[in-house]
């Protein structure tokens, strides 16, 4: 059974870093899209970045750009989200999502099958 497991949110203050974990396990990983999502109270669940697993192809929101960073280690089964010049529009419940890669990356979170539980991210101003 596929399991990710979130971890590495709280509360900071708008210019601080977080870094989200997501250890994944139940199956090799080698073949898949790797993402974090976000939903804010009230809002959609949108997406804030992929990884496919090889490391070979990257995406990141515009709103992210320049200030996150995906990345994962394969000997560890884990991705990680590196979060930098945090700002209080950035406050939401931190989801990573899993899928087995066909073609492009994608970014609706109708396309992944696996989802970890969450962790909450606050930035306060």
């Known amino acids: 059974q596929v399991q990710l497991v979130e971890s590495g949110g709280g509360l900071v203050q708008a210019g601080d870093s977080l870094r989200l974990s997501c250890a994944a396990s139940?199956?090799?990983?080698?073949?898949?899209?790797m993402a974090w999502f976000r939903q804010a109270p009230g809002k959609e669940r949108t997406i804030v970045a992929v990884i496919r697993w090889s490391g070979a192809r990257l995406y990141y929101a515009d709103s992210v750009k320049g200030r996150f960073t995906i990345s994962g280690d394969n000997a560890k089964n884990t991705v990680y989200l590196q979060m930098n010049s945090l700002k209080p529009e950035d406050t939401a419940v931190y989801y990573c999502a899993a899928r087995a890669y066909v073609g492009a990356l994608v970014t609706s979170p109708g396309d992944y099958t696996y989802w970890g539980q969450g962790t909450q991210v606050t930035v306060s101003s």
């Open positions: 139940g199956r090799t990983f080698r073949s898949y899209d």
